[in-house]
T-cell receptor, first 112, second 115 residues
């Protein structure tokens, strides 16, 4: 069964701390997406990781991809309250019609 | 900026009614998708389309149908709404790039309640 597992599913942290969200996927995939969803809102694309070893950074967020380990990480540096949201990863399935398999999402709460 | 719009933000329908959800994108994207999102279940793909008049079933197509008569518009139809179709419905679009698809651009969502 094709699966994408995120952990943790819920994370409460203090401002100023660092933390990492993990995204493991069970299928062969060469493309990994990260999205952010604010409460009551739709999804917004954060990163598209296209190859093994890819690393992308935007502000306090950094995403990386290890296709051999089938693992992507989203690292938060010196968290601020505005980063509170739910974060989803999704893996593109190879040898298919490019369907995405979605993780369940990580709800991140950052306390002032 | 890519814009994906959905016809309604909130919708309340009665059991057995036929329901139409419309999605329009303005960036000439080839691909369009319909998802439903439920607490604890993440996003589940209902149907997608790679081209006009093309449709492919996703993970949970039962009870739904779709129509894509024009490139910019993708409609989701609930033939006979049931209470278990109460959910948030999200439309998305994307385009082809080398090796697959671009990131998906999502509409604001339609929160459908079936009573």
């Amino acid at each position: 069964e094709l699966k994408v597992e995120q952990n943790p599913l819920f994370l409460s942290m203090q401002e100023g701390k660092n933390y990492t969200i993990y995204c493991n996927y069970s299928t062969t995939s060469d493309r990994l997406y990260w999205y952010r969803q604010d409460p009551g809102k739709s999804l917004e694309s954060l990163f598209v990781l296209l190859s093994n070893g890819a690393v992308k950074q935007e502000g306090r967020l950094m995403a990386s991809l290890d296709t051999k380990a089938r693992l992507s990480t989203l690292h938060i540096t010196a968290a601020v309250h505005d980063l509170s949201a739910t974060y989803f990863c999704a893996a593109q399935v190879m040898d298919s019609n490019y369907q995405l398999i979605w993780g369940a999402g990580t709800k991140l709460i950052i306390k002032p | 900026d890519v814009k994906v719009t959905q016809s309604s933000r909130y919708l309340v329908k009665r059991t057995g009614e036929k329901v139409f959800l419309e999605c329009v994108q303005d960036m000439d994207h080839e691909n369009m998708f319909w998802y439903r999102q439920d607490p604890g279940l993440g996003l589940r793909l209902i149907y997608f389309s790679y081209d006009v008049k093309m449709k492919e079933k996703g993970d949970i197509p039962e009870g739904y149908s779709v129509s894509r008569e024009k490139k910019e518009r993708f409609s989701l139809i609930l033939e006979s709404a049931s209470t278990n179709q109460t959910s948030m419905y999200l439309c998305a679009s994307s385009y082809f790039i080398a090796g697959g698809l671009s990131e998906q651009y999502f509409g604001p969502g339609t929160r459908l309640t079936v009573t």
